[in-house]
């Protein structure tokens, strides 16, 4: 198993670009998710899936979507993006959303100028 | 809402001394507690977890940590400390319905001395 996996590593963009951040897992996984990480800020939670087909905003969702079309996905994307989302992303996923450990991917560095 | 608070930023310790990081949560019901460590430029790991029974609970790589629900504490333990446990240390709440919708707390540095 790959376990979650993330691409890219780092990416940077211009303000108002778009950009999908993909994430994968290999676990057949029910839920999964997706933090952003800021100095000082911990992890914070963006949106969520507790399957296929079913999405739901985290505690910081402006400025982001997402879509669960398989199970094994769950992309992020960016529609235009602004310096304040200069942040390293993680995704994870669980078995479900009780009761299971989260498994996160190495992470992406995202810098927008 | 639910809430978690790492009071100490940053820690020096000793290779070989005790260690004890300090978490603080809130939350109306029982909660789920966790908590993650990240090395360096690499994504998350789960050392422990507390769902219910025993409120000491046993993780990976010696680490312990004790639920005490009349504090709203659950901070992480480990009787003699190496260098390689130097890293950022997260403490964690899920909620009763979702306890993958995890709230971090902000963090704590270890830095190991040799």
């Known amino acids: 198993n790959a376990g979650v996996t993330q691409t890219p590593k780092f990416q940077v963009l211009k303000t108002g670009q778009s950009m999908t951040l993909q994430c994968a897992q290999d676990?057949?996984?029910?839920?999964m998710s997706w933090y952003r990480q800021d100095p000082g800020m911990g992890l914070r939670l963006i949106h969520y899936?507790?399957?296929?087909?079913?999405?739901d905003q985290g505690e910081v969702p402006n400025g982001y979507n997402v879509s669960r079309s398989t199970t094994e996905d769950f992309p992020l994307r960016l529609l235009s993006a602004a310096p304040s989302q200069t942040s390293v992303y993680f995704c994870a996923s669980s078995y479900s959303s009780r009761y299971h450990e989260q498994y996160f991917g190495p992470g992406t560095r995202l810098t927008v100028t | 809402a639910q809430s978690v608070t790492q009071p100490d930023i940053h820690i020096t310790v000793s290779e070989g001394a005790s260690l004890e990081l300090r978490c603080n949560y809130s939350y109306g019901a029982t909660p789920y507690l966790f908590w993650y460590v990240q090395s360096p430029g690499q994504g998350l790991q789960l050392l422990l977890k507390y769902f219910s029974g025993d409120t000491l609970v046993q993780g990976i790589k010696g680490f312990e940590a004790e639920f005490k629900r009349s504090q709203s504490s659950f901070n992480l333990r480990k009787p003699s400390v190496h260098w390689s446990d130097a890293a950022e240390y997260f403490c964690?709440?899920?909620?009763?319905?979702?306890?993958?919708?995890?709230?971090f707390g902000t963090g704590t540095r270890l830095q190991v001395t040799l």
């Open positions: 964690a709440v899920g909620n009763t319905g979702t306890a993958s919708k995890l709230t």
């Open positions: 676990m057949n996984h029910e839920y």
């Open positions: 899936s507790v399957g296929a087909g079913i999405t």
